[in-house]
């Protein structure tokens, strides 16, 4: 099974973006839906959004304009663009496949006032 880790997060100002990225183990070409999932402190994981193997996205609505899925199956990589970020954005943030598979260490993203 592909093995995923994601990379990219940090310490960053309101306001300000960050790019995530899940790099995999093997290709993605086949995979056809690839998810970014975030879990804040205290909160279950949520969903943040998905990209098909056509590009098409979808996102949760208190990430929709701000975050934007792309993925480079020559890569082997999927990333998470995220702009305009706030305080509710602080979270570890994970990436999976589906069906989903063996959750990585995720990556953490603080944003602070």
């Known amino acids: 099974q592909v093995q995923l880790v994601e990379s990219g997060g940090g310490l960053v100002q309101a306001g300000g973006s960050l790019r995530l990225s899940c790099a995999a183990s093997?290709?993605?070409?086949?995979?056809?839906?690839m998810d970014w999932y975030r879990q804040a402190p205290g909160k279950q994981r949520e969903w943040v959004g998905f990209?098909?193997?056509?590009?098409?996205?979808s996102y949760t609505g208190s990430v929709k304009g701000r975050f934007t899925i792309s993925r480079d199956n020559a890569k082997n990589t999927l990333y998470l663009q995220m702009n305009s970020l706030t305080l509710e954005d602080t979270a570890v943030y994970y990436c999976?496949?589906?069906?989903?598979?063996?959750w990585g260490q995720g990556t953490q993203v603080t944003v602070s006032s």
């Open positions: 093997g290709s993605i070409s086949s995979i056809s839906t």
């Open positions: 990209i098909t193997s056509l590009g098409v996205t």
């Open positions: 999976n496949r589906r069906p989903t598979g063996n």
